[in-house]
């Protein structure tokens, strides 16, 4: 897992050489609301969910985007750091769980008119760390997980504002464990399922 990581790292930073000679490059953050798939616990082998569906929290995301212009449409890749949090209801008490990750969208755009554009595309998602109050992180079944970006966006001068919809497509369980048994004892879908809302400013001269 941490090879493909490193691979997409180095793509990307080959996207940055490109926008550089192309349209250009910036940083952007944001905010989010967030939310994850059902809670299971298991007793005696047995699968009992928790909570059909976690509540949804805020989280946000903070990174670099590279812009390649290809005539009317455009290439648009991005490294984020983004933090996300849910919350369940476990042992009568609410709990928050948190997903570090670094994100990488690769988004293809088109301008629809005057400065609104809208994009979409795939998005390589590379777990950090699960956190979940009260339980101990046992395993987690993939790392490296694949997503969808969809959405749209304001472009004025250096500024541009977004608003997308990203959800988790690969199958990613997160398990955990309590103070009692050894074996995983809860599981959760950690597949994220959000609203980003998201500032970024260019840093580069817009080529001509």
């Known amino acids: 897992m941490k090879k493909r990581f490193v691979l997409f790292s180095i793509l990307f930073i080959s996207f940055i050489g490109l926008s550089t000679a192309q349209s250009g490059f910036g940083f952007k953050f944001g905010l989010s609301y967030n939310s994850n798939g059902e809670l299971s616990e298991f007793i005696n082998n047995t699968k009992t969910v928790i909570d059909n569906k976690g509540k949804g929290k805020s989280g946000f995301n903070v990174g670099f985007y590279g812009k390649i212009d290809l005539g009317p449409i455009y290439v648009r890749p991005e490294l984020v750091y983004t933090k996300t949090t849910s919350e369940y209801e476990l042992n009568s008490t609410l709990e928050d769980y948190k997903i570090s990750k670094l994100d990488m969208p690769v988004l ?101």
């Open 108 to 208: 293809v755009g088109i301008r629809v008119i005057g400065p609104l554009h809208i994009f979409a595309g795939p998005a390589f998602q590379y777990v950090l760390d699960n956190e979940l109050n009260g339980l101990s992180f046992n395993n987690i079944e993939n790392d490296f997980t694949v997503g969808m970006n969809i959405g749209a966006s304001v472009e004025i001068g250096r500024l541009g504002l977004d608003v997308r919809y990203e959800r988790g497509l690969s199958t990613n369980e997160a398990e955990f464990v309590n103070d009692i048994v050894t074996t995983p004892a809860y599981r959760i879908d950690s597949r994220p399922e959000q609203i980003i809302f998201s500032l970024s400013y260019r840093l580069s001269n817009k080529k001509s």
